[in-house]
């Protein structure tokens, strides 16, 4: 009984808060003389903060015409807002911006939307040793991240070397498909120098200084052990595959929306999301040194260290994850 009436309490509070809502806009297009999306257009710079309003207001409309305008075709766009002014009764020879302004935010938001589509179709797709297209990827990123050691032949304990489990990386590719490899191959030739360091850096990893104050909350044996043991590397492979999954899921999860809706001034990209990649390889990179891991145990608790602080930094509207390195110079800064 309890519990039902705690469900009709927080649906009641619901729709009254809906209705309180409606009200409250009914009121300030009078005071204004302006839509909602009027005045978020207006009133909020461009970006993330104007977007992600502008898109809430589609959603939450009553309006059938405003819900469904999310999700158009990109030849549909100039229609849609079109259908949206005439709805509104906004003359727009006199409110020329608005149009402007909502061309913006629906090209980033329907952008968003295929984009994941996009990603989503190449997790999908399994790597397929049998097509030549795969094999020449694959063949690629060697060529990439060790361009002075030739591949001995395709089936080789060599693959290790770059950080896969075994003589034959298709097997590695099973969790994220054609992503991973298409991330992997994109970081090691759009950056191959800092693709190349990082690889390096993975293998013959460095011990970061100590401080005193970590030194104190060590127990003695694990002091002991941190003393004997040599820094922690990592399959730098296998590792970007795992940072393939946490991109997909940040872009899934709609956490990306405010890196994208900064950065893209139109519609984001495939090469978009590969840039995001190649920033976050970075990133965890530096974290990982900076954690300096018992032993590789540690990596899920690093990984999810790392992933909650880049949550973090996306709650900031305002949140560009600006990597300056070569992958990123395309990246366009609104």
Known sequence: MKHFLRMLIQVCLYFYCKFLWRCLKFVMRKLTGRCELQRICYNTKPGASRTMKIETSLKDSKSKLLQTSVSVHFDAIEKTIEDIMELKKINPDIN??????????????????????????LRREPY????????EMLLKLWKFLKPDTPLESRISKQWCEIG?????????????????????????????????????????????DITKEEISKFSKAEWEKKRMDKAIGYSFAIVGINITDLAYNLLVSGALKTHFYNIAPE??????????????????HKFWIEEDPMDIMEFNRVREKFRKRIIKQLQNPDMALCPHFAASEGLINM
Do not use: W
């Open 267 to 284: 519609a984001p990209t495939l090469s978009h999301f590969q840039q995001t990649f190649c920033y976050l390889m970075h990133e965890f």
């Open 128 to 135: 397929d040793s049998d097509n030549p297209q795969h094999e």
């Open 96 to 121: 020329p911006q608005l149009g402007i302004s909502l061309q913006a935010c629906l090209l980033q938001i329907i952008g968003y939307r295929n984009l994941i589509a996009d990603v989503e179709k």
């Open 164 to 208: 896969f489990q075994g003589d034959d990386p298709k097997t590695d590719f099973r969790g994220m498909g054609l992503l991973g490899l298409y991330n992997l191959q994109y970081f090691a030739e759009r950056d191959a120098a800092a693709a190349q360091q990082v690889l390096s850096d993975s293998l013959h990893p460095k011990c970061r």
